[in-house]
């Protein structure tokens, strides 16, 4: 089977009148099913552009990205958002849940917009499969005002997951969480990683990079190191030490 994510030679370049800025320059790398991988860099560094070609919010402005197999350096905007909706789930910094909708009905979400139409009870029965797997069965009929930030979290995760994308992308997942949450988070991805989930996480934070398997380090653009993580933190450890404490 191919790699869910193969880069090859991509650059980003940025045009403003006489000025090139190369956010991404000369990237190769390759990222295996059932990877955990870390994508680090200071502001600046190309991580969060990085970012945007993984999740096929843009694409490449000279090399060649295929994800899960495909070419996604030859799609138009249309081929871009099906394969945005068919191939990657999304976990952002703020959530984004729709306040005035339940938990069970903010994962089906990404099921509507998807061409594979589903009906209403497949939909329903995938989104409670969802929930499930980020331990939040019970909570389904609540709204997000009613949900702690790392429920409202594993809930985003939840959406993310039930169109059974090749790649979980997360941008800064625990940014707006204090540690403990952000540690049950973790647990909650290393979790769904054990499982078979390939995982590629952007963030800032050296300890949240600890939870991965493979950290990616940018600078100016360019992949400075790519290597095992050698000194993994276990977020389930972490997490019963707390509680028992």
């Known amino acids: 089977m191919p790699p869910v994510i193969q880069l090859e030679h991509v650059w980003k370049t940025y045009r403003s009148a006489d000025v090139e800025l190369h956010a991404v320059r000369d990237v190769s790398l390759q990222i295996e099913r059932g990877e955990f991988v870390a994508i680090m860099g ?41 394969i945005r909706n068919q191939k990657v789930g999304f976990v952002f910094q703020g959530f984004n849940l729709l306040t005035r909708t339940s938990a069970l009905e903010n994962v089906e979400l990404p099921m509507m917009y998807s061409r594979n139409s589903l009906g209403s009870r497949e939909m329903r029965h995938r989104a409670q499969e969802a929930l499930a797997l980020v331990g939040l069965a019970n909570r389904a009929d609540h709204h997000p005002n009613q949900l702690s930030g790392g429920q409202q979290q594993r809930v985003a995760i939840a959406r993310a997951l039930v169109n059974q994308p090749a790649l979980l992308l997360a941008d800064e997942p625990t940014g707006n969480l204090d540690s403990k949450t952000s540690i049950e988070i973790m647990e909650v991805f290393q979790t769904l990683n054990e499982q078979g989930i390939t995982i590629v996480m952007v963030t800032h934070e050296h300890d949240i990079a600890q ?12 992949v400075r190191s790519d290597s095992p993580v050698l000194e993994r933190l276990d977020a389930k450890a972490q997490h019963a030490a707390l509680e028992n404490a």
């Open 211 to 222: 939870y991965n398997k493979r950290c990616i380090v940018m600078r100016d653009g360019v």
């Open 42 to 82: 200071a502001s600046g560094s190309g991580k969060s552009t990085m970012m945007n070609i993984l999740g096929c919010l843009d694409k490449p402005t000279q090399g060649r990205f295929l994800l899960d197999g495909c070419d996604v350096s030859t799609l138009d905007r249309d081929g871009l958002a099906d």
